[in-house]
């Protein structure tokens, strides 16, 4: 290496660049990068892709074996039943629960600690990239079930553009709560994914589905009030028409007066924002207090 | 960290020791990292010696702030390390590990670490290309890094770790796995680092390597500071214990009949299936100054003279055993 120079000779350049102050929103945005980078790179990207296209498969097979299914019902199957129910979460478990996970797994998270990064924004800017993919992935996924289920039908296409945008922005919703609170696990536990799916089948799936209080800690139980709130449910049956989300998320008023007692929609939205706000804050207080161990190959 | 900061930190090299390590101790659950070690590390380059799990990762990483002591206090640069990421402005670490992204290129990967060490776009652009230059990666910086070789990954490692130009370099094990050249390539570039004036620790397990860069050596076992110094001192700590000393001689049972009587020979022990002795004496030079005599004297022809306490390996492994 005879012709190698070394680091300091020359005035090496970082000399004029390197600032003063706490916080550098160069290496902030160059994390956010690294993580949608990273979010992009390996085989979850390909699982999430082919889980993306469950739904959208699923639209068009049942169309073409019941076609006398209307849409707005094939819709709430599996626009307002499988995607948040199963779907949402588990998209939210895989990502949030590497967020850090993976960069101690792979050792890597050694080149962020070594940074003039807080561990708390280092937590909060992955937590951001972490929110911005799955948001544009639940948006990719709600849009392509959308295209599945109304192309080629003879509806108003402006209705359903409003439905598809107002559908977006209520899974986004429940995909950032998701994120937040298995963020938060994640810090708390390496087992992120065990209790996650735990979390997901026991409290969202089953809990959430019962007339009981214990709904109301759950995030399916305000994207349902939220949803229900400002979209129409209501379909064409053999009896006539009927409300087909009431019944399904217990919001029928008739059987069920106690629904005036449940939250409005401007409620719903809060308590799903301020949760994960707080969910987000407790992560980055524990994180800013965690050490991180790598196992070296001395400690192998 | 504000220029004042900076400006104290500039000071403080100066006076004070880079690495100061007061009552230190780490415990992971009932293992014992790191035991109640007082330290200071002085600017220079300073090797960093003990076998596996001696401690030395941990070391190094409560240095950078990435554990907590859970006892006592570590300061680098004067400051406290821990949570003090501003600090990191001014810390360099090659880690042991080798993980990178590996998706990346090489010159990527070290732009990405100038980026999140701050840098600015340009700023960041000249520093990873001076910085590849420096460890001699400039011609494979386009490749991706996994299909670098261990040396080329060392030497990405390092650049990484120089590439904002900090004022302390902390490298673990950096010579692991590397060839002969790019050994000899890395000590080249860490000898120089401390003669431009950075304060450098490397640990190493390997005695040799860390002679050839530095004599200011500590050495550390079972989390424990077995010795520290240059390396002369701790020789001279070796030297109120014995030593052994092999004798190669045809004739070795008449030798080791010379020997025998002599006060200043403690030990002995015969090598029969290599025609030798091994010597064990407390006063190593003495012995080495009568050894031409009696080879003259008694017409013995000694062959081969050697001990293993010469080399730094031997006085390693006598300190850490002891």
């Known amino acids: 290496m005879s012709s190698a120079t070394s680091a300091s000779e020359v005035g090496h350049p970082v000399n004029r660049s390197l600032r003063a102050g706490r916080f550098s929103l160069t290496a902030l945005t160059t994390l956010f990068l690294l993580t949608l980078r990273q979010y992009m790179h390996g085989k979850r990207w390909i699982v999430m892709g082919i889980l993306f296209l469950m739904p959208a498969g699923l639209a068009i097979l049942i169309r073409a074996t019941r076609s006398n299914i209307p849409s707005e019902a094939l819709e709430f199957l599996i626009v307002y039943l499988l995607i948040p129910q199963a779907l949402l979460p588990l998209v939210a478990l895989v990502y949030s629960s590497g967020m850090l996970q993976d960069e101690q797994e792979e050792q890597t998270i050694t080149y962020l600690l070594i940074r003039p990064m807080a561990k708390w924004a280092i937590y909060l800017v992955k937590l951001l990239a972490t929110l911005t993919t799955t948001v544009v992935l639940t948006a990719v996924l709600t849009t392509l079930t959308y295209v599945a289920i109304y192309l080629g039908r003879d509806n108003q296409g402006q209705s359903v553009l409003l439905r598809c945008v107002q559908s977006i922005s209520i899974h986004a919703l429940a995909v950032i709560s998701y994120c937040c609170f298995f963020g938060l696990i994640s810090v708390l536990t390496k087992r992120v994914l065990i209790v996650g799916i735990i979390y997901t089948v026991v409290i969202e799936g089953v809990l959430a589905n019962l007339p009981f209080g214990i709904r109301l800690a759950t995030v399916i139980y305000y994207t349902r009030i939220i949803a229900y709130r400002t979209l129409d449910f209501v379909i064409p049956t053999p009896h006539g028409k009927e409300n087909i989300a009431a019944d399904a998320w217990q919001f029928n008023i008739k059987s069920d007066p106690s629904l005036l007692d449940h939250p409005q929609l401007c409620t719903a939205v809060t308590i799903l924002l301020v949760s994960s706000l707080v969910f987000a804050a407790l992560a980055a207080i524990l994180c800013s207090r965690k050490e991180f161990y790598v196992k070296t190959p001395e400690k192998n | ?322």
């Open chain 2, 1 to 322: 960290m504000h220029s004042e900061d900076s400006n104290q930190i500039a000071r403080s090299v100066e006076v004070e020791p880079i690495v100061i390590f007061d009552e230190v101790s780490k415990w992971y659950g009932n293992v014992i990292g790191i035991n109640k070690l007082s330290l200071r590390i002085p600017a220079g380059v300073t090797g960093l010696l003990g076998p596996n799990g001696a401690g030395k990762s941990t070391l190094l990483q409560l240095a950078t702030g990435q554990l907590f002591p859970s006892q006592g206090k570590v300061r680098v640069l004067g400051r406290e390390v821990w949570n003090n990421s501003a600090l990191n402005r001014f810390i360099g670490l090659c880690p042991e590990q080798d993980a990178f992204y590996e998706w990346m290129t090489g010159w990527e990967f070290v732009h990405t670490c100038a980026r999140l060490s701050g840098l600015r776009r340009s700023a960041a652009r000249d520093a990873t290309q001076h910085t590849l230059n420096a460890v001699g990666m400039a011609k494979h910086q386009n490749r991706s890094v996994r299909g670098y070789s261990k040396g080329m990954r060392q030497r990405t490692k390092l650049a990484q770790a120089l590439v904002h130009d900090p004022q302390v370099l902390f490298l673990d094990e950096p010579l692991t796995g590397t060839d002969p050249v790019a050994r000899r390539d890395l000590m080249n570039i860490i000898e120089r680092l401390g003669s431009e004036g950075k304060s450098v620790v490397v640990s190493s397990h390997v005695l040799h390597e860390v002679e050839s860069i530095t004599p200011n050596i500590i050495l550390l076992n079972h989390g424990r500071l077995v010795a520290e110094g240059h390396v002369r001192q701790i020789r001279d700590l070796i030297d109120k214990h014995p030593h052994h000393i092999v004798l190669i001689c045809d004739d070795y049972r008449r030798l080791a009949a010379q020997l025998i009587v002599r006060d200043d020979v403690e030990g002995l022990a015969v090598l029969a299936k290599d025609k030798g002795l091994m010597v064990e004496t407390h006063s190593p030079d003495a012995f080495y100054g009568s050894l031409p005599g009696l080879s003259l004297a008694e017409g013995l022809t000694i062959r081969e003279v050697y001990s293993d306490d010469d080399n730094l390996e031997a006085v390693f492994k006598y300190l850490v055993n002891k």
